[in-house]
């Protein structure tokens, strides 16, 4: 007769089986198992994506003050492996997809001279089709954690295309949540991104950004199915895009991010979850009309460690400029 098993036990009983290995029966090690199980909650949500947040290939060039945007992301991803920081990746009959929807304002104005540009990101959306090793996941759907932003732009010289802008992110946790279960669209912890960016035009419809990211987590004390506390290092990113705009409405870009660091620790051990990647990426943006946009993006990680790597995101922005 097949015993009854707990979700927890039957994830834990198929994450070892894949990897092959067999941990000590004690305290310490259940606890651990519990932050393999945790490792699926904290799953990237945007772009930023959760880890640092992503930025399209000519974000850092300010509009005049008075500007208002609002933009629209649809994002798609979808995945077919888990990968602890040690031990071999789990691919058989593993992976997660997503679908998140965000929606952004953002107002451009002058200060002392300084262009600003405070705004709001709301996310909402679905993970579905989660399975490790084929024990299937519940899916989660709802609100993400929502993100409060500011730009400041330090360097603004249109006359040589060179700016400059520091911008921190504030997430709050207010996103779907709910301890016992292996998915969620929030984190239920604060998070703080602070983001520098250099975007320099090179002539001749060329284009280089380059930004840097620093996030520090706070901690989630109702972890692990409840009770525990997650705490993670700090994760650090960097991108960088380069873009040609080949005719007056219309630009391409190619872009590569790296991100490392961001190791999760459940009541002091650590889950084998981090945030370890490299990533590939192309855009194409075209203005329909003066004041709107569309934009298409895809996006794969590789050299990866810990979590699940995307095999394939693909997002459409609609941009309306008033």
């Known amino acids: 007769m097949t015993p009854n098993l707990t979700p927890m036990q039957t994830i834990r009983s198929a994450i070892l089986s894949a990897g092959g290995g067999t ?75 997503s679908y998140v929807n965000i929606l952004r304002y953002v107002h451009y104005f002058e200060i002392a001279g300084i262009t600003v540009a405070p705004q709001v990101l709301i996310p909402a959306g679905t993970l579905y089709d989660g399975r490790i090793a084929g024990v299937p996941l519940d899916a989660a759907a709802g609100l993400g954690d929502p ?38 669209m929030g984190e239920n912890r604060w998070k703080l991104d602070l983001q520098v960016g250099w975007y320099q035009g090179l002539g001749s419809g060329f284009a280089l950004q380059l930004t840097g990211d620093a996030m520090w987590y706070g901690d989630n004390t109702d972890a692990g199915g409840g009770g525990l506390v997650l705490t993670q290092d700090n994760t650090y990113q960097l991108q960088a895009w380069l873009s040609y705009s ?41 203005f329909i009309t003066p004041t709107f946009q569309v934009l298409g993006l895809i996006q794969r990680d590789f050299n990866t460690s810990g979590g699940f790597p995307e095999d394939f995101r693909g997002t459409v922005r609609l941009m309306q400029v008033f």
């Open 23 to 97: 941990p000590h029966d004690d305290g310490r090690k259940t606890r651990l198992c519990a932050g393999l199980l945790l490792a699926l909650v904290l799953l990237p949500l945007l772009s930023a994506r959760a880890g640092a947040v992503d930025v399209n290939a000519s974000d850092y060039v300010p509009a005049p003050g008075g500007t208002n945007l609002l933009l629209f992301y649809s994002q798609y991803a979808t995945r077919s492996s888990y990968e602890g920081t040690s031990g071999p990746a789990i691919s058989q009959d593993t992976g997660l997809d």
């Open 147 to 184: 993100i409060i932003a500011t730009t400041f732009w330090v360097v603004n010289n249109k006359a040589t295309q060179t700016y400059i802008g520091v911008m921190p992110y504030l997430f709050v946790p207010l996103g779907q949540y709910k301890a016992a279960d292996a998915l969620n």
């Open 246 to 286: 080949f005719a007056e409405t219309w630009q391409a870009a190619i872009g590569y991010s790296k991100y490392w660091g961001g190791t999760e620790y459940l009541d002091g051990l650590a889950t084998g979850n981090a945030t370890q990647r490299d990533q590939v990426r192309l855009e194409l943006s075209k």
